[in-house]
C-alpha cells in the first residue's frame, strides 16, 4: 500500500525537487528546484522541440527518444538522449506588447502517462512559442531513486492485483495480492498457486514462453494498466474479446482485476 491511503499507479511527486524559495520570476511553488539535484536542468525551447518522445512498457516515465539533428533541443547541446522529462512550463509572452515574457504554471510530468505528457504539449495556447523544460540526466530508476525524498516515501512502487476464480460457479473466489509494479500476471498467479491453465496443459504448458497459448486470462479492470498486446498475442487471441490476454506476456503497472478460466472460442484448443 503506498502512502497515499490506496493501491495503485502513484503518481511521482518529487517534493524533494520542489522550490521553497522561489524568485520573483518564478513564483509559482510547485516549480522543480533544479538545484536540489544536479542531474537536473531547465532549458527553454520553442514548443517545436525537435524531440522524439519514448517510454518503455509502463508507458510512464517518458524520457528522449531521439534528437532530430537540426532541432532546437539538439541545436542547443543541452539536451541528451536518455533525459527523462520532469517538468514542462509555458513560456507566456506580456500582452502588453512590452516583449517582456513570464512563466505559466509548471506542470508536473515526473512519472506521467505517455498521453498525459503529449497532450500537455497539444493543449498549449496558440500564443505559447516557448517552454521551460525540465529533465533529469539519468535512467528511470535514478529518477526514481532521487525522488525517494519527497511525499512518496522509499517503499517500492506496489499495485493491488484483484483475481477473481471460477467466476459465476458455486465455487467462486476472490483473492486480493499485493504485488510489484511490473510484475509478470502469469508468475504472480502461479507464485500464490493460483492455477491459470483450463486443461491438461496445467502439466503440459510451455512454462511461460508463449509457446503454447493457453494462459488465457481476462482483464475485466483496469487493461488501460497493463502493456499492450503484441501482434503475435493479439492473433493468437483474435476470436475471444479484446480484455483476454495471455497471462505469460501480460504485465501489470496498476491495480487490475484478473478473471481466471474465462470461457474462449472452441478454436483455442486447437492450439
Not at 193 to 214: A, D, M
Amino acid at each position: 500500500m503506498n502512502r497515499l491511503g490506496g493501491f495503485g499507479r502513484r503518481r511521482w511527486h518529487a517534493s524533494l525537487f520542489l522550490s521553497s524559495d522561489v524568485t520573483a520570476d518564478h513564483d509559482d511553488d510547485s516549480m522543480i528546484d533544479i538545484n536540489s539535484d544536479e542531474r537536473l536542468r531547465r532549458i527553454r525551447l520553442p514548443r517545436a522541440t525537435g524531440i522524439e518522445w519514448g517510454t518503455d512498457l509502463s508507458f510512464s516515465f517518458v524520457y528522449v527518444r531521439n534528437l532530430e539533428p537540426s532541432g532546437a533541443a539538439a541545436l542547443s547541446g543541452e539536451v541528451e538522449v536518455g533525459d527523462q522529462v520532469c517538468e514542462l512550463r509555458p513560456v507566456v509572452e506580456d500582452d502588453g506588447g512590452s516583449g517582456n515574457s513570464d512563466n505559466g504554471k509548471a506542470v508536473n510530468l515526473i512519472g506521467a502517462p505517455f498521453d498525459e505528457v503529449m497532450n500537455s504539449f497539444a493543449s498549449l495556447s496558440r500564443t505559447v512559442k516557448d517552454v521551460d523544460l525540465v529533465f533529469f540526466r539519468g535512467t528511470k530508476d535514478e529518477l526514481k531513486s532521487a525522488c525517494k525524498g519527497g511525499s512518496l516515501s522509499n517503499d517500492e512502487e506496489k499495485i493491488m492485483v484483484t483475481v477473481i476464480q471460477n467466476k459465476g460457479s458455486k465455487d467462486e473466489e476472490t483473492r486480493y495480492i499485493e504485488a510489484k509494479a511490473g510484475c509478470n500476471v502469469r508468475q504472480l498467479l502461479t507464485d500464490n498457486g493460483i492455477n491459470v491453465y483450463q486443461s491438461v496443459t496445467r502439466w503440459t504448458n510451455c512454462k511461460g514462453k508463449q509457446l503454447c497459448g493457453t494462459c488465457i486470462v481476462n482483464i475485466a479492470d483496469g487493461a488501460g494498466s497493463t502493456n499492450r498486446k503484441s501482434l503475435d498475442e493479439g492473433s493468437t487471441l483474435r476470436e475471444n474479446p479484446d480484455s483476454y490476454r495471455l497471462s505469460c506476456v501480460t504485465f501489470a503497472y496498476g491495480d487490475i482485476t484478473v478473471e481466471t478460466f474465462p470461457p474462449i472460442k472452441d478454436a483455442q484448443w486447437t492450439r
